[in-house]
């Protein structure tokens, strides 16, 4: 039953994607969320990330159960509505991705930096995104709640503040040449202003998402990836302090803002 | 003599440090997140005046110290070349194909092709594209409401070559002092703006 629906879900999906290429593209994926419902394809990442966290895998043939993403070990639910945190184990602020890195790395005995040099989708960064999906699964309809309380958490919401106004490249864009002011659009997309808490959670509430355009899932760094590429900056290094500093800038300014992960985007 | 050597590498471990203090701890932490990709090298990283001015929240909304501002904008201004030839309108039919395309300079665009202006990203031009952004305010009728005096086409040119040589932290991208777009594709945009004959105009 369950794949059946998905695979009708895949069929207008593909024609979603086409549909979304046309000018009142913003109206049609608000058409499109409705008609899904509560059905996302997103759910297929969801369902394959559930396996690889309670399969043994790896170089020490261990599952990620005993994965402590800030609420203890194996707690999943909730757990990405308050990250990025500060983990004394690693003494880092880690948001999702990196933490689950660690737990490959420390549980499993995978290698960290094989994972962050693979591109999206490549290697074993493949598996990191599926379980981003089924972990933000488990904190649908909770109150985005990021902690900047550690000093260690402040310095980070400190840099991703500098960070979100840190103009360069040739075309002097920063994240709030978009995401700075109410009711803006490129094109006919809508641009969160993120400094308000209203914006901010209506862009980090949605995200990680599945991306119709693209026809895949994409995690908060892809995300945040791409609007660095459409910065024109240089490519921002997986998981690096910029990517979790801006996380937690986000996620701090979204406070209390309602947690929809997995989005579905244009 | 020895003392004089000494004197001289004293000199350079001062000078050496303040270069280093010159990088703020964030400008530190900030650059050692990215890597070059393609055309996008870390150069990309290393402001001038004008984004370091901008990156202060308060001056990009338009707050912040006046008479700095005025320095930014005269030292932009400074830099606007008027078209070589003195010929300041192309193509309007070219112009919108270049106001059409948002495509260049990412480290996933192939260097040396040529850019877009991305101009319907941010402004309405012709009303005909419904598709266009708001963060630039609307460019429709922009020759017929101004006429094209040589004040108006002069600085339509400047704005395009270099914004933020009238609006320090202006949204628009330096289009002709970052070489985005060439000498001959800004006429083209010139033209759609301000061609009598433009559908702009109409």
Same mark, same amino acid.
């Given at each position: 039953?369950?794949?059946?629906?998905?695979?009708?879900?895949?069929?207008?999906?593909?024609?979603?994607?086409?549909?979304?290429?046309?000018?009142?593209?913003?109206?049609?994926?608000?058409?499109?969320?409705?008609?899904?419902?509560?059905?996302?394809?997103?759910?297929?990442?969801?369902?394959?990330?559930?396996?690889?966290?309670?399969?043994?895998?790896?170089?020490?043939?261990?599952?990620?159960?005993?994965?402590?993403?800030?609420?203890?070990?194996?707690?999943?639910?909730?757990?990405?509505?308050?990250?990025?945190?500060?983990?004394?184990?690693?003494?880092?602020?880690?948001?999702?991705?990196?933490?689950?890195?660690?737990?490959?790395?420390?549980?499993?005995?995978?290698?960290?930096?094989?994972?962050?040099?693979?591109?999206?989708?490549?290697?074993?960064?493949?598996?990191?995104?599926?379980?981003?999906?089924?972990?933000?699964?488990?904190?649908?309809?909770?109150?985005?709640?990021?902690?900047?309380?550690?000093?260690?958490?402040?310095?980070?919401?400190?840099?991703?503040?500098?960070?979100?106004?840190?103009?360069?490249?040739?075309?002097?864009?920063?994240?709030?040449?978009?995401?700075?002011?109410?009711?803006?659009?490129?094109?006919?997309?809508?641009?969160?202003?993120?400094?308000?808490?209203?914006?901010?959670?209506?862009?980090?509430?949605?995200?990680?998402?599945?991306?119709?355009?693209?026809?895949?899932?994409?995690?908060?760094?892809?995300?945040?990836?791409?609007?660095?590429?459409?910065?024109?900056?240089?490519?921002?290094?997986?998981?690096?302090?910029?990517?979790?500093?801006?996380?937690?800038?986000?996620?701090?300014?979204?406070?209390?803002?309602?947690?929809?992960?997995?989005?579905?985007?244009? | 003599?020895?003392?004089?050597?000494?004197?001289?590498?004293?000199?350079?471990?001062?000078?050496?440090?303040?270069?280093?203090? @010159?990088?703020?701890?964030?400008? &530190?932490?900030?650059? =050692?997140?990215? /890597? *070059? +990709?393609?055309?996008?090298?870390?150069?990309?990283?290393?402001?001038?005046?004008?984004?370091?001015?901008?990156?202060?929240?308060?001056?990009? @909304?338009?707050?912040?110290?006046? &008479?700095?501002?005025? =320095?930014?904008? /005269? *030292? +932009?201004?400074?830099?606007?070349?008027?078209?070589?030839?003195?010929?300041?309108?192309?193509?309007?039919?070219?112009?919108?194909?270049?106001?059409?395309?948002?495509?260049?300079?990412?480290?996933?665009?192939?260097?040396?092709?040529? +850019?877009?202006?991305?101009?319907?990203?941010?402004?309405?031009?012709?009303?005909?594209?419904?598709?266009?952004?708001?963060?630039?305010?609307?460019?429709?009728?922009?020759?017929?409401?101004?006429?094209?005096?040589?004040?108006?086409?002069?600085?339509?040119?400047?704005?395009?070559?270099?914004?933020?040589?009238?609006?320090?932290?202006?949204?628009?991208?330096?289009?002709?002092?970052?070489?985005?777009?060439?000498?001959?594709?800004?006429?083209?945009?010139?033209?759609?703006?301000?061609?009598?004959?433009?559908?702009?105009?109409?």
């Amino acid at each position: 039953m369950k794949k059946a629906m998905n695979s009708a879900l895949l069929v207008s999906l593909s024609m979603m994607a086409g549909l979304a290429m046309a000018q009142s593209a913003t109206d049609d994926i608000a058409k499109y969320r409705e008609m899904i419902a509560d059905g996302n394809p997103a759910e297929l990442y969801e369902a394959a990330g559930e396996d690889i966290w309670s399969k043994p895998m790896g170089p020490k043939n261990a599952s990620l159960e005993k994965c402590d993403l800030g609420k203890g070990p194996g707690v999943v639910k909730g757990a990405s509505a308050e990250l990025p945190r500060y983990f004394k184990d690693t003494n880092k602020v880690q948001d999702l991705e990196s933490r689950i890195i660690t737990c490959m790395e420390k549980l499993q005995g995978y290698d960290a930096k094989e994972i962050i040099n693979a591109g999206f989708e490549k290697g074993k960064r493949k598996d990191v995104e599926a379980v981003v999906a089924y972990v933000v699964t488990a904190s649908k309809g909770m109150k985005i709640n990021v902690p900047v309380k550690h000093p260690k958490e402040k310095e980070m919401y400190a840099m991703g503040e500098k960070a979100f106004f840190f103009q360069g490249g040739p075309m002097d864009f920063s994240c709030a040449s978009c995401h700075a002011e109410d009711g803006k659009r490129i094109r006919l997309q809508d641009l969160p202003n993120i400094t308000d808490q209203k914006g901010a959670a209506l862009g980090f509430g949605y995200w990680p998402a599945y991306r119709v355009s693209s026809g895949n899932f994409w995690t908060m760094q892809r995300r945040l990836n791409d609007c660095y590429r459409q910065q024109r900056f240089p490519e921002p290094i997986y998981t690096s302090d910029v990517t979790i500093a801006l996380s937690v800038y986000m996620g701090a300014k979204a406070k209390d803002g309602v947690i929809n992960t997995p989005g579905l985007k244009r | 003599m020895k003392k004089l050597h000494l004197m001289i590498s004293a000199a350079l471990v001062v000078a050496a440090s303040t270069s280093v203090m @010159a990088q703020s701890k964030f400008e &530190k932490d900030h650059t =050692a997140s990215f /890597k *070059a +990709n393609g055309q996008a090298g870390m150069d990309r990283l290393e402001r001038d005046d004008t984004q370091k001015f901008c990156s202060d929240p308060a001056a990009l @909304a338009g707050k912040g110290d006046p &008479k700095k501002r005025e =320095a930014i904008e /005269k *030292a +932009n201004m400074a830099t606007i070349k008027q078209p070589s030839d003195g010929k300041y309108l192309g193509d309007w039919k070219e112009g919108e194909k270049i106001a059409q395309s948002g495509r260049g300079a990412t480290w996933t665009d192939k260097a040396g092709t040529p +850019n877009g202006g991305g101009c319907y990203n941010c402004h309405q031009i012709n009303k005909k594209e419904i598709s266009h952004g708001n963060i630039g305010p609307s460019l429709w009728n922009y020759g017929k409401v101004r006429g094209n005096s040589e004040a108006v086409v002069q600085y339509t040119w400047g704005k395009i070559y270099n914004s933020k040589a009238y609006n320090a932290c202006s949204n628009m991208p330096r289009m002709g002092h970052y070489k985005l777009l060439t000498e001959d594709q800004m006429r083209h945009v010139m033209a759609l703006l301000l061609d009598p004959a433009s559908p702009v105009n109409q």
